[in-house]
């Protein structure tokens, strides 16, 4: 029996698969789940009661949280996303974080998550799977756009290292490292703007969504 159509859109920080995520989510009509602000919320959360070295203190807070702890603006600062790439190398907080991701994953109508493990461990048998890339300094200028329009005081090259060291960390950690799942299409967004990068990814989530209706 084939089960629901679920969307996986994994990539490296600042690649636009937070924005492709939800335009999929409007284009399709699919609820989105953010992963990226799971972990964030352990890192915020463990850090604020002082257990971040601890990751039995990590994946206690992991274990424990809700859906209405992500809605925290802090969680988009750019010390949550640094916590949040420190705490998810350790595999209790992974493990304690899938059955939150699967069980919004399991809804009949349909999903879309965006993460760094959703087409290889979270929903390897999702039936749309995308990774999406961008050159390390289009990420960073991404990025450093964004920030400054939180009123985040940084530059562009503390940024560019920030993102260096996030994607050595993410794709060097032993559990789950983030990589493209074998049948995921690659998006390249560096050369489009983000409204090219949605139409994209949306005439790929169509083709896949033509296989699906048909089997
Ligand atoms: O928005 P950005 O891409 O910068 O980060 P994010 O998606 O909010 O994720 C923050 C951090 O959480 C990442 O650098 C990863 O270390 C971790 N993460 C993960 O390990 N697995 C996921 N499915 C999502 C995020």
């Keep these: 029996m084939k089960g629901p159509f679920v969307i996986a859109v994994d990539g490296p920080a600042a690649s636009g698969k937070g ?25 915020v959360l463990t850090a604020r009661a002082g257990g971040l070295g601890d ?15 992500l809605s925290d ?6 010390e949550a996303g640094e916590l949040a790439s420190q705490v ?14 699967r069980t919004f994953a399991s809804q009949e109508q349909g999903s879309v998550l965006d993460g760094r493990d959703i087409g290889t461990v ?4 999702a039936p749309a799977k995308l ?5 390390p300094q289009v990420r960073a200028q991404r990025r450093w756009r964004q920030l400054k329009a939180q009123g985040e005081p940084v530059s562009l090259d503390e940024v560019l290292a920030d993102i260096h060291i996030r994607d050595a960390r993410d794709g060097g950690r032993d559990d789950a490292p983030m990589r493209p799942a074998p049948d995921a299409v690659l998006l390249d967004t560096s050369e489009m703007t983000i409204e090219q990068a949605a139409d994209a990814a ?14």
């Excluded at 949306?202 to 209706?213: C, K, S, T, Y």
């Design 19 to 43: 924005t492709i995520a939800t335009g999929l989510g409007k284009a399709f009509d699919l609820p989105v789940l953010d992963t990226g602000l799971l972990y964030r919320a352990v890192g």
């Design 55 to 69: 990751p039995e203190t990590c994946a206690a807070a992991a274990a424990t949280l809700t859906a209405d702890q």
């Design 73 to 78: 603006p802090a969680l988009r600062t750019r």
């Design 88 to 101: 998810a190398v350790h595999p209790h907080v992974r493990s304690a974080l899938l059955e939150f991701q």
């Design 122 to 125: 979270i929903c390897p048998q």
């Design 131 to 135: 990774y999406v890339t961008a050159s």
């Design 202 to 215: 949306r005439r790929i989530v169509e083709a896949a969504r033509a296989r699906w209706d048909g089997s």
